[in-house]
């Protein structure tokens, strides 16, 4: 199975910081890498496919990057509705496997 | 709008069986592969398994801890997908969640996400 690696597990930020959570997967998984934001008791919600597109109606604040055995999310301005965990989470082979998630706090 | 609403969860017994359904509007059904996935309570997200579109076989993958008790089926005549879990443990108590798999190809790789999520039900295994 691949081993997705997250860091930092969590962080204390402030509005408008630029915030970067980074992806390491165990072996090379190409592009395949998305990246999710969940809010307490509510679904996922999809910020990036494929490393680095932006979903459609999703800021463009976020912003993705990498490939191979390592992967950025990259928040550029922190904004209040933006304190949440955020999980990678690989396509490249079954079983698909998720990072442990990083929390973003308000500082 | 697509709308993914899941239902069928509850309170079991260990060795109990139980099956969700993950009814499904506003996209073509059968284009797509659907997906579960669950979040036991403080956790964070595992996948579950697929079913792929019956245009690719409808087969299905799962993921080793369920593999053997729990069949992902699709009904594509009503745009549902069912979870069908036997054997029920403990530690599977968590919230499911059905959603949509969707893809783009770029240099002839496939990539695949998960771009649409159901709101989740609870499934807790306790004796």
């Known amino acids: 199975d691949i081993q997705l690696t997250q860091s930092p597990s969590s962080l204390s930020a402030s509005v408008g910081d630029r915030v970067t959570i980074t992806c390491r997967p165990s072996?090379?998984?190409?592009?395949?890498l998305n990246w999710y934001q969940q809010k307490p008791g509510k679904a996922p919600n999809l910020l990036i496919y494929?490393?680095?597109n932006l979903q459609s109606g999703v800021p463009s604040r976020f912003s993705g990057s990498g490939s191979g055995t390592g992967f950025t999310l990259t928040i550029s301005s922190l904004q209040p509705e933006d304190f949440a965990t955020y999980y990678c989470?690989?396509?490249?082979?079954?079983?698909?496997?998720f990072g442990q998630g990083t929390k973003v706090e308000i500082k | 709008e697509v709308q993914l609403v899941e239902s069928g969860g509850g309170l079991v017994k260990p060795g109990q069986s139980l099956k969700l359904s993950c009814t499904t509007s506003?996209?073509?059904?059968?284009?797509?592969?659907m997906s579960w996935f669950r979040q036991a309570p403080g956790k964070g997200l595992e996948w579950v398994g697929f079913?792929?579109?019956?245009?690719?076989?409808?087969?299905?993958e799962y993921a080793a801890s369920v593999k053997g008790r729990f069949t992902i089926s699709r009904d594509d005549s009503r745009s549902i997908a069912h979870l069908q879990m036997n054997s029920l443990k403990t530690d599977d108590s968590a919230v499911y969640y059905c959603?949509?798999?969707?893809?783009?190809?770029?240099?002839?790789?496939?990539?695949?996400?998960?771009?649409?999520w159901g709101h989740g039900t609870l499934v807790t295994v306790s004796s």
């Open positions: 959603s949509r798999v969707g893809g783009i190809s770029m240099i002839i790789i496939q990539y695949y996400y998960v771009d649409y």
């Open positions: 506003g996209f073509n059904f059968g284009d797509y592969a």
């Open positions: 079913i792929r579109s019956t245009a690719l076989g409808g087969t299905t």
């Open positions: 072996q090379s998984i190409s592009s395949s």
């Open positions: 494929a490393a680095s």
């Open positions: 989470q690989q396509s490249h082979n079954t079983p698909w496997t």
